[in-house]
């Protein structure tokens, strides 16, 4: 049989060579199916958790018995030197002793470490969520590159207008020669744009295969609705307190404390009983020996005292230190919300105003320069101006993507409760 790893490898392998050889477009809830079939964080929490707990059941385990064997009082000099039989205090021994520790302190020890346990599952939810983030940001990034070199494509297919438009003046005597090779350096200048956004489409399909471990050619399929997030700026603060990091460090918390409750109880020192049994000459008795011993805490304030103080101290740092967390993320969070929204509202603005006039006027001029009435300089300043008007409504929906996924993402869910929540 398949060891669990190996067979996660010929998982994601068969998913990957299914993507490869169909040209179906590859979605945002496939590619994070697929970047958690890859991730291997998530496997290395999970194997943090069951160390944590199989420690949690070996430390609810007393101590190992000790087997002691040995020769007590045996002559070195006089006739009886090195015998040990003679001496009628020599005596091979044989023993075993056992450290008695009380129930309720093998109890807390194994809750230390279940605690910790639950602070590596808390540590499996920080990845998924940091897994499912990146991906859905690599994934949009490809996507939106993809649209800004299809809309820079279709520009240089329309700025083909002003060339012709300067050549007929050229030939009948109304342009110079000066505005045909403008009107070419325009189209240019489009071909160098598009070999940039080319080079930044390559990029993005590397962030995004090193997340799915898929190396797709084809077109994305289209994303989520952006204009829901699982967020309100309302119930923020109630929110916030299951964000990934605030329950590691709640979960660390836990661990600490129970390691105040170790440390409280080693104040109660554990008992050890010895039995052994020792053997003399065939002319003594053979003797049999039993004793308890206790330590002595004798410097509880130096020592036990201060093991407690220093857990808890550790536990008020903990403490401190979420307390703190949870503030940043609300205010990380808030200032995501608003930007969100913000960008939002500016893209209606360009979607009602911006672009429409943007192409308004780059038409009014085409037709003034057809008619003799403008400059080929008009023309192509307002073409130019109507491209990064466009560029830039993308480059806007490309910021509210983001956004959207880091809002999207800030807590784990599973991705089919992911995709309904954003509808």
């Not at 070199?149 to 050229?170: F, G, I, N, S, T």
């Not at 039995?275 to 206790?294: D, K, W």
């Not at 101290?313 to 808030?334: D, F, I, N, P, S």
């Given at each position: 049989m398949f060891s669990p790893f190996v067979r996660a490898a010929l998982a994601l392998g068969l998913a990957a060579f299914a993507w490869s050889t169909h040209a179906e477009p590859l979605s945002?809830?496939?590619?994070?199916?697929?970047?958690?079939?890859?991730?291997?964080?998530?496997?290395?929490?999970?194997?943090?958790?069951?160390?944590?707990?199989?420690?949690?059941?070996?430390?609810?385990?007393?101590?190992?018995?000790?087997?002691?064997?040995?020769?007590?009082?045996?002559?070195?000099?006089?006739?009886?030197?090195?015998?040990?039989?003679?001496?009628?205090?020599?005596?091979?021994?044989?023993?075993?002793?056992?450290?008695?520790?009380?129930?309720?302190?093998?109890?807390l020890r194994s809750a230390r470490f279940e605690r910790e346990a639950e602070a590596a599952e808390a540590g499996r939810q920080l990845a998924l969520a940091n897994l499912q983030r990146d991906t859905a940001v690599a994934w949009l990034d490809l996507y939106y590159q993809q649209r800004?070199?299809?809309?820079?494509?279709?520009?240089?297919?329309?700025?083909?207008?002003?060339?012709?438009?300067?050549?007929?003046?050229?030939?009948?005597?109304?342009g110079t020669q000066a505005d045909v090779f403008a009107a070419r350096a325009a189209v240019a200048q489009i071909d160098d744009r598009i070999a940039a956004t080319a080079r930044d489409v390559l990029s993005a399909k590397t962030m995004l295969t090193r997340w799915t471990g898929v190396a797709t050619e084809e077109a994305l399929d289209a994303p989520p609705p952006l204009d829901v997030v699982r967020l309100s700026d309302e119930s923020l603060d109630q929110d916030i307190a299951h964000h990934p990091e605030v329950s590691v460090l709640l979960k660390q918390e836990a661990a600490a404390q129970a390691d105040v409750?170790?440390?409280?109880?080693?104040?109660?020192?554990?008992?050890?009983?010895?039995?052994?049994?020792?053997?003399?000459?065939?002319?003594?008795?053979?003797?049999?020996?039993?004793?308890?011993?206790?330590?002595?805490?004798?410097?509880?304030?130096?020592?036990?005292?201060?093991?407690?103080?220093?857990?808890?101290?550790?536990?008020?740092?903990?403490?401190?230190?979420?307390?703190?967390?949870?503030?940043?993320?609300?205010?990380?969070?808030?200032?995501?919300?608003?930007?969100?929204?913000?960008?939002?509202?500016?893209?209606?603005?360009?979607?009602?105003?911006?672009?429409?006039?943007?192409?308004?006027?780059?038409?009014?001029a085409l037709a003034a320069y057809r008619g003799g009435t403008a400059l080929l300089s008009v023309v192509l300043d307002a073409r130019r101006g109507e491209i990064d008007t466009r560029m830039e409504r993308l480059r806007l929906e490309m910021s509210v993507a983001r956004l959207w996924a880091q809002l999207n993402y800030l807590i784990p869910v599973g991705h089919e409760a992911a995709m309904e929540s954003a509808k």
């Open positions: 945002l809830q496939d590619a994070l199916r697929l970047s958690e079939q890859r991730s291997r964080q998530l496997p290395a929490q999970d194997a943090a958790a069951d160390a944590a707990r199989q420690m949690a059941v070996s430390a609810g385990q007393r101590p190992d018995p000790v087997l002691k064997a040995g020769v007590d009082n045996l002559p070195i000099n006089g006739a009886d030197r090195f015998s040990t039989t003679r001496d009628f205090m020599t005596m091979r021994t044989v023993g075993v002793s056992q450290e008695w520790t009380r129930s309720d302190k093998l109890r800004m070199r299809a809309l820079l494509v279709q520009q240089k297919d329309e700025a083909a207008l002003p060339v012709q438009a300067a050549d007929a003046a050229y030939r009948g005597g109304r409750d170790v440390a409280r109880a080693n104040k109660r020192p554990d008992v050890s009983v010895e039995l052994s049994y020792s053997q003399r000459g065939p002319a003594y008795s053979n003797m049999v020996s039993f004793g308890v011993s206790i330590p002595l805490q004798w410097d509880q304030k130096n020592r036990q005292d201060r093991e407690l103080g220093a857990k808890l101290a550790v536990v008020e740092q903990l403490r401190a230190q979420r307390e703190e967390q949870t503030r940043m993320h609300v205010a990380e969070a808030r200032t995501l919300l608003q930007q969100w929204q913000s960008d939002r509202d500016r893209m209606v603005r360009y979607d009602k105003e911006l672009l429409p006039l943007a192409a308004e006027r780059t038409r009014a």
